[in-house]
Nanobody, 125 residues
């Protein structure tokens, strides 16, 4: 059983930055795909960014490309999501997710087996 714990959310003004962290309990993630999703009030959960642990391959939603950056730290079993140039439309609960599968359809939340509890990001104008 894998447990994921997010941290780093908060309130920031438009144009500001935050860094979210997701620490995993599993000892080895070399075969995992990791993703970040978000859900705004009244909207469906949407894919934000993903990374394949072994290769470091990254992928982003078009709405965040160039502003957000996903990375991993093997020694800490942690995945990060750096959020830059935030705007009010980025306000949402951000979730970390892990999949033991080789994920290609990154936007399909059903591909991910494990989820964190979420961390709130609020961007004021």
């Amino acid at each position: 059983q894998v447990q994921l714990g997010e941290s780093g959310g908060g309130m920031v003004q438009a144009g500001g930055s935050l860094r979210l962290s997701c620490t995993a309990s599993a000892r080895t993630f070399s075969e995992y795909s990791m993703g970040w999703f978000r859900q705004a009030p009244g909207k469906e959960r949407e894919f934000v960014a993903g990374i394949r642990w072994s290769s470091g391959y990254t992928v982003y939603a078009s709405s965040v490309k160039g502003r957000f950056s996903i990375s991993r730290d093997d020694a800490k079993n942690t995945v990060y999501l750096q959020l830059n140039s935030l705007n009010p439309e980025d306000t949402a609960v951000y979730y970390c997710a892990a999949s033991q599968q080789y994920v290609s359809a990154w936007s399909d939340a059903a591909k991910f087996n494990y989820w964190g509890q979420g961390t709130q990001v609020t961007v004021s104008s």
